[in-house]
């Protein structure tokens, strides 16, 4: 089977133009949607004056507590009696980094308590996500 041109003969060239489209579409699409896709949850993060940013590859996970005391590890829900258990799996065993992300409406108590519960779970290095302060203009 083939296409048959007006010189009765065959062409034997595929067409590439419709998927070069679809391509460019498609990385078009990726393109405009990737910044969008923020991890996480909602949280109203602290302000500091120095913060740096969260590193964007996948070598480290964020555990965040809403402003309602829910406990998420990435955007999965996780109950406080598990916390522990899923840490071990997520994060110790595969030697990933662990960030916390915490509302500033949430007690102090409750963040010590998931604190001690990341500890207990054998996690030694974990890092602490806050906003950057605004800057007061000076008159």
Do not use: C, W
Request: net charge neutral.
């Amino acid at each position: 089977m083939g296409m048959y041109t007006n010189n009765r003969g065959m062409l034997a060239e595929i067409n590439v133009t419709p998927f070069v489209d679809v391509m460019l579409v498609l990385l078009i699409i990726f393109m405009v949607t990737a910044p969008l896709m923020t991890q996480g949850v909602e949280v109203d993060l602290p302000q500091t004056r120095t913060v740096r940013s969260l590193p964007q590859d996948n070598e480290h996970l964020v555990l965040s507590i809403n402003d309602k005391g829910e406990i998420f590890l990435d955007e999965y829900k996780v109950d406080f009696n598990e916390l522990q258990g899923h840490l071990e799996k997520l994060v110790k065993k595969q030697n990933k980094m662990l960030f916390l992300r915490a509302d500033k409406s949430v007690p102090y108590g409750e963040v010590v308590r998931v604190m001690g519960e990341i500890k207990a779970a054998g996690i030694d290095r974990m890092g602490v996500v806050a906003e950057p302060a605004e800057q007061k203009r000076k008159k």
